[in-house]
């Protein structure tokens, strides 16, 4: 009789056992629920995060481009003007060579530098003298 009640109470421990364990995997599971909900909104915010900032950056790519063709639009033109300026002083100053002005009337009167006046009054000499002097 009393292995009898000795196995009775083994299998009512055994029993308690597999209720707690039961309990505990219960409570486990509860709270791995829990954790992938909050890791599933986590991720979520994250992707909807990531969609906001690819979406503001293409459109700050389109600006920047935007920005870059006006620029270079704009430098284009600026070395246009800047050319067509230099142009129509050289032009102006070759033509108060072949008045007979000097380096320094071309400093004043067209804005050239110095060496830009003298380069000018020696290419104009260069070309006034006959072709056989010029290489001699």
Same mark, same amino acid.
């Given at each position: 009789m009393e292995s009898q009640w000795l196995f009775n109470l083994i299998l009512v421990v055994q029993f308690l056992i597999l209720i707690g364990?039961?309990?505990?995997?219960?409570?486990?599971?509860?709270?791995?629920?829990?954790?992938?909900?909050? %890791?599933?909104?986590?991720? %979520?915010?994250?992707?909807?995060?990531? %969609?906001?900032?690819?979406?503001?950056?293409?459109?700050?790519?389109?600006?920047?481009?935007?920005? #870059?063709?006006?620029?270079?639009?704009?430098? #284009?033109?600026?070395? #246009?003007i800047l050319s067509k300026e230099g142009n129509v002083s050289y032009n102006r100053a070759m033509e108060l060579l072949a008045l007979g002005a000097t380096v320094d009337d071309l400093v004043s009167k067209c804005g050239l530098i110095r060496a830009e006046a003298e380069l000018i009054s020696l290419l104009h000499k260069e070309s006034r003298r006959p072709s056989d002097q010029r290489f001699t």
């Open positions: 364990v039961s309990f505990w995997v219960y409570s486990l599971s509860k709270r791995l629920k829990r954790l992938t909900n909050t %890791q599933l909104d986590a991720d %979520q915010n994250q992707k909807k995060q990531i %969609q906001v900032l690819a979406s503001g950056s293409i459109g700050m790519g389109r600006r920047l481009v935007a920005i #870059e063709k006006k620029l270079n639009i704009a430098v #284009e033109r600026q070395s #246009e």
